[in-house]
């Protein structure tokens, strides 16, 4: 499995962005897909997840009711919309594939390369 993350940006406190992933192979629509993140100088977290299925979702706590995810299985995608955006939501954004729990950040083993997001208070 392939995955490519696009859409980062610079945005103000309180914009939107949507951030892409492409991913690519034959069973990509069985695994779980998550984004995670990770600011300078702080290790990796959990953004969001949806399972293979699509049936299920899950998100951090820090961004329940202002992100969002959810996957297209026709164009193999899977977005993360992004509301209400404050400067601590500024890091590197990754998506992975998991064919374990969406919910274990260590059960992710493909990881595609990250996107910069920037919020300017």
């Known amino acids: 499995v392939q995955l490519q993350a696009s859409g980062g940006g610079l945005v103000q406190t309180g914009g939107s962005l949507r951030l892409s992933c492409a991913a690519s192979?034959?069973?990509?629509?069985?695994?779980?897909l998550g984004w995670f993140r990770q600011a300078p100088g702080k290790a990796r977290e959990f953004v969001a997840a949806?399972?293979?299925?699509?049936?299920?979702?899950y998100s951090a706590d820090s961004v329940k009711g202002r992100f969002s995810i959810v996957r297209d299985y026709a164009k193999n995608m899977v977005y993360l919309q992004m509301d209400k955006l404050n400067p601590e939501d500024t890091a590197v954004y990754f998506c992975a594939a998991t064919f374990g729990s969406i919910t274990a950040s260590g059960a992710y083993i493909y990881w595609g390369q990250g996107t910069q997001v920037t919020v300017s208070s």
């Open positions: 949806i399972s293979g299925s699509g049936e299920s979702t």
């Open positions: 192979g034959r069973t990509v629509s069985s695994y779980g």
